[in-house]
């Protein structure tokens, strides 16, 4: 979404510009698949948007297509103690704490909570860790009972002393209850926005994986040689948005310092194994699972609690993912073998389910899904505009303090279609 939304501004405003994606369609990772009876596509890896994407919202609106647009109010459950526990509104936390934890956290819980929603100021957090943070001042029964099963599911016992509060703060700032989609969904827009970058004269060539990217000895002819399976051509400038270990490989005339930078942004991968079921299998959305608990992921989400399952042919569509450290068995195994841990825990959520339910299978993996913010980060974060006069890379490594998604994609693809006009006009 970033390339595309920079190569949307760049094209309007008179650039002749050249999309390379390595995928037969556009839209990365947020990208969708269709079974043949499905009238709408499904993200490979779920997707939603906020009411508070001002970004996304403000491009589409800017596109003329805030009709297409829908916001249904889906409901998202934790496991605790058991049981699928309600926390997804001001109310039904209120309701849970009171009910099990004493008065002085209930204070504490809704203090924080309040805190986080209306300070303005990050940087004071990123100067601890989330762990440590909520410890101190949501109190240990609290932190561990609703906080700590977050933490440890999106980026592991491993990283609980390295990611910084700034990251968690962002997460509560910018979310909304109500979760909002395209219709058609996120492919359908991806497909519409790519044809018009097209129609403004913006090349987009599919399947088309980048190798290398280098200066060139010619710059009448180009200042930038960007090679191909295919074969190389000349451009006068370059923006690239793929992970910064991709960044790193496919431009090896960066300064050691610079590439520095890409090598210790560190981020996790994430697992998805989507099944169509014959029958519902829950009554919500969203189901958080603590690792402690014996799930074999971290979450579970019922598609078509989202979007009704008229739009699938009749299927109900669940996920099963998980954010992993990119050297996870998980990333190895095949589709069968993941199937026979995934599948039985479904059970879990309905004791009525059985393996005849499940039609189909679809498995999604990818190595970057999710950057891993330190104590400090905002002094690790590279520039969008490289060392390399000429060449520029926008990242969700970059979007920080704000967590990855099409919103902040959407801002700084913008963003960085921005500093390249300035330069090309300086």
Known sequence: MAGLSAAYDLTSAGHRVTIYEALSQPGGIASGFKAPHWDWSLEKFYHHWFQSDRYMLGLIDELGWSQDVRFPRPYTVVYINGQFQPLDSILEAAKFTLKHFPPWDVVRFGAVGLYLRLTPWWRPLEKTTADAWMRKWVGERVYRALWRPLLVGKFGEENLDVVNMAWLWARLKTRTTRLGTFVGGFQAFFDRFAAVIESQGGTIRYNTRVQQIRPTQDEASGRWAVTTE?????????????????????????????????????????????????????????????????????AMVEHTNFIPPEHYGGDHLIYMGDYLPP?????????????????????????????????????????????????????????????????????????????????????????????????LQA
């Open 327 to 423: 050297d996870h068995p998980y990333f190895e195994m095949r589709q069968e073998e993941l199937a026979d841990i995934f599948l039985p825990a479904l059970s879990r959520f309905n004791p009525d389910f059985r393996l005849d339910w499940v039609k189909d299978v679809w498995l999604f993996r990818t190595r970057y899904a999710q950057p891993i913010p330190p104590v400090h980060h905002s002094q690790n974060i590279p520039p969008l505009r490289t060392p390399l006069p000429g060449l520029y890379f926008a990242s969700m490594s970059q979007v920080y303090p704000w967590d990855r998604g099409t919103n902040f994609a959407v801002e700084i693809g913008r963003r960085v279609a921005r500093e390249l006009l300035h330069d």
């Open 230 to 298: 295919v074969g190389t051509e000349p451009y006068d400038a370059v923006i690239v948005t793929s992970s910064p270990q991709a960044m790193a490989q496919m431009t090896p005339d960066l300064p050691e310092a610079y590439t520095a930078q890409l090598r210790n942004l560190k981020s996790m991968g994430a697992v998805v194994m989507i099944a169509s079921l014959k029958h519902r299998l829950t009554p919500y959305y969203w189901h958080n699972l603590p690792k402690e608990a014996g799930f074999p992921y971290l």
